[in-house]
Every structure is written in structure tokens, then in C-alpha cells.
């Protein structure tokens, strides 16, 4: 009895060993490549597959999902002669499970030094300014390169972006002098913008205030003339009305002498020649007058008359008479 126990274990073992190779779950976006004999038979996609067991065989498990792989930094000689360390990722999906098993040996080695091939060849044509400021037309023909390289792989190259992009320490000394030249440039255009427009608007206001100034005083000297003016009206009405004789201005003439001499810089001063008729009329005034006070002589030499005709006593001014302008 016991071996045909041993042989009804034996072939129960045998059974579950047969169900589990038989039966093949595969995850979703996965799929996995089946060999018979060593020989490629099938792709098993997502879902429960049925297998022939001890006969076939999984190969190979592949993920259909996008991938993702970073690349170190490869060094890159530009146009003119500067080394460059470039980062890369590349973003992948297989979309053939079994070109990428057998048309590849390992399709991540051979995308990696494809990458770096095609980088070097972009970036050999192009100078280090360029390069720095060119990066989707960097990306855009690697990419370019890796779909049409790869799809015969079985592999389709999504996106290609590069990282970083480093010039040698000398350059980035270089590049940041400059960019601080740049900027203390521009800081100083920007001051200097600011300071004439601030001149400027100070010589507008100035300006303004200038012509507001000279409005005013126009203004007011037009005012004060327009007053004077008013005043001599007045003035002039006034002795109108009054009607003085040639006697009154005559004496008025007369007071106004003192106020002419005054002053101790006046060391000469020049009478009019109308002194001559203003003093004859308002002599004879006062001959008239003086006929009838006792004292008073206004003929001839005699009496108090120092002058010619012995009325009021010649003013003791040095005279000289000047022509009327004519």
C-alpha cells in the first residue's frame, strides 16, 4: 500500500505543477513572450493564459507602460572647442514585446549610447551660446534620431529632455561677469532714464512757473499803469476844474527848486531855461502885490530887490540856462 501512496502523492504534485504552468496571469500592461522548444511562439497579453506545460516556456516578462530612464552626464565638444557635461531623459513605451526581445540585446544599453551618440553629432554643430539657448531644437531632433532608430526595436521614444547643460567653471566665471555687466548696464540706463526725466519735469515746472510769473507781473504792471494812469487823469481833472492861473504854477515851480538841489552828491545842477518865465511872471505878482504893503518896491534898483527889477530876490543857485529841446 504505501507505494502506491507514494506514487498517488507523486502524481498529485505532478498535476498542481502541470495546473500552475498551465495557467498564466499576466498583469495588465504587460506582456510576456512564450517559447517552445526555445523557439518564439506566442505573446501572452493581459488577462488568464492557457500554456502547454514542460513544453512552453516564459521568456520574457516586458512592461508596455512609459519609462523613464536618467542618463549621466555625457561629455560634448560644441563648435568652438568648449567641453559640456548634458544630463538626458528619456521617456520610452514598448509597443512590441517580442522586437524588443529578440531585435535588441538590451534595448536600454543601446538607447543610452545612441543617445549619446546623437548628442554629440547635434551639439558639434552648434557654439556654446547657441547650445544654451537652443534646447527644444536639441530635443527635437534627438528625438527625431531615437523614434526612427528605435522602431524597428519595437520601442517608441515619447520625449527627450535634457537636464542640465554645464560649461566648463572658466565659462560660467565668464558668463557671470558678463551677466553682472549686463545688469549693472542696464541699472545704470535705468538711473540715468530716471534722472532726465526727473530734469525734465523739473524744467517743465520751472518753465510753468515762469510763464505763470511773468503773467502775473505783466498783469500787475498793467494794473499799476493802468492806476497811474487813473491817478494823472485825476490829477490832471482836478486842476481843470480848479483853473489855476500862470501866477499858482508859477509859485509851485518855484517850491519844487528845493527838492531838486537836495542830496550831497548834487554838487551841480542844471535850471531849466523856463525858470526864467516862471520867475518873471511870479514876479510881477508880487509887484503888484507889494504896491500896496509897505516896503515892498518892485521897481527899478531900490527897495529889497536883489533881482533885476527889484521884486523878490534872485534864487542862490548857480543858473544855466539851456536851450529849449526842440
Given at each position: 500500500m504505501q507505494p502506491i501512496i507514494i506514487v498517488l502523492i507523486i502524481l498529485v504534485v505532478l498535476v498542481f505543477i502541470a495546473l500552475i504552468k498551465t495557467i498564466q496571469v499576466i498583469p495588465q500592461a504587460s506582456a510576456a513572450i512564450v517559447e517552445r522548444f526555445g523557439r518564439y511562439t506566442r505573446t501572452l497579453n493581459a488577462g488568464l493564459n492557457i500554456v502547454v506545460p514542460f513544453i512552453d516556456s516564459i521568456r520574457n516578462r516586458i512592461d508596455l507602460r512609459e519609462q523613464v530612464v536618467p542618463f549621466p552626464p555625457q561629455p560634448v565638444i560644441t563648435q568652438d572647442n568648449l567641453?559640456?557635461?548634458?544630463?538626458?531623459?528619456?521617456?520610452?513605451?514598448?509597443?512590441?514585446?517580442?522586437?524588443?526581445?529578440?531585435?535588441?540585446?538590451?534595448?536600454?544599453?543601446?538607447?543610452?549610447?545612441?543617445?549619446?551618440?546623437?548628442?554629440?553629432?547635434?551639439?558639434?554643430?552648434?557654439?556654446?551660446?547657441?547650445?544654451?539657448?537652443?534646447?527644444?531644437?536639441?530635443?527635437?531632433?534627438?528625438?527625431?534620431?531615437?523614434?526612427?532608430?528605435?522602431?524597428?526595436?519595437?520601442?517608441?521614444?515619447?520625449?527627450?529632455?535634457?537636464?542640465?547643460?554645464?560649461?566648463?567653471?572658466?565659462?560660467?566665471?565668464?558668463?557671470?561677469?558678463?551677466m553682472r555687466a549686463d545688469r549693472d548696464k542696464r541699472a545704470a540706463i535705468l538711473t540715468a532714464e530716471g534722472i532726465r526725466q526727473s530734469q525734465i519735469l523739473t524744467a517743465e515746472g520751472e518753465k510753468q512757473s515762469a510763464i505763470l510769473r511773468a503773467e502775473g507781473e505783466a498783469k500787475a504792471a498793467a494794473l499799476r499803469a493802468e492806476g497811474e494812469a487813473q491817478a494823472v487823469r485825476t490829477v490832471f481833472e482836478a486842476i481843470h476844474a480848479g483853473d489855476p492861473d500862470q501866477k499858482l504854477l508859477s509859485y509851485q515851480y518855484l517850491q519844487m527848486l528845493p527838492k531838486i538841489a537836495e542830496g550831497d552828491a548834487n554838487k551841480l545842477w542844471i535850471?531849466?531855461?523856463?525858470?526864467?518865465?516862471?520867475?518873471?511872471?511870479?514876479?510881477?505878482?508880487?509887484?503888484?502885490?507889494?504896491?500896496?504893503?509897505?516896503?515892498?518896491?518892485?521897481?527899478?534898483?531900490?527897495?529889497?530887490?536883489?533881482?533885476?527889477?527889484?521884486?523878490?530876490?534872485?534864487?542862490?543857485?548857480?543858473?544855466?540856462?539851456?536851450?529849449?529841446?526842440?
Open positions: 567641453v559640456v557635461n548634458i544630463d538626458t531623459v528619456i521617456y520610452y513605451q514598448v509597443t512590441d514585446a517580442r522586437a524588443a526581445t529578440y531585435e535588441v540585446a538590451s534595448y536600454i544599453q543601446a538607447i543610452e549610447q545612441l543617445t549619446v551618440t546623437t548628442l554629440r553629432n547635434i551639439i558639434g554643430g552648434m557654439d556654446l551660446e547657441r547650445t544654451l539657448t537652443s534646447r527644444e531644437e536639441i530635443n527635437a531632433a534627438l528625438r527625431g534620431v531615437l523614434d526612427e532608430a528605435t522602431g524597428k526595436w519595437g520601442i517608441r521614444v515619447n520625449r527627450v529632455e535634457l537636464k542640465a547643460i554645464e560649461p566648463p567653471t572658466s565659462i560660467q566665471d565668464s558668463m557671470e561677469k558678463q535850471v531849466p531855461s523856463e525858470i526864467g518865465d516862471a520867475l518873471k511872471g511870479l514876479s510881477g505878482a508880487f509887484g503888484n502885490l507889494g504896491g500896496g504893503v509897505p516896503g515892498f518896491n518892485t521897481g527899478g534898483d531900490g527897495g529889497n530887490g536883489g533881482g533885476p527889477k527889484g521884486g523878490i530876490p534872485a534864487p542862490a543857485v548857480e543858473r544855466r540856462e539851456e536851450p529849449p529841446v526842440s
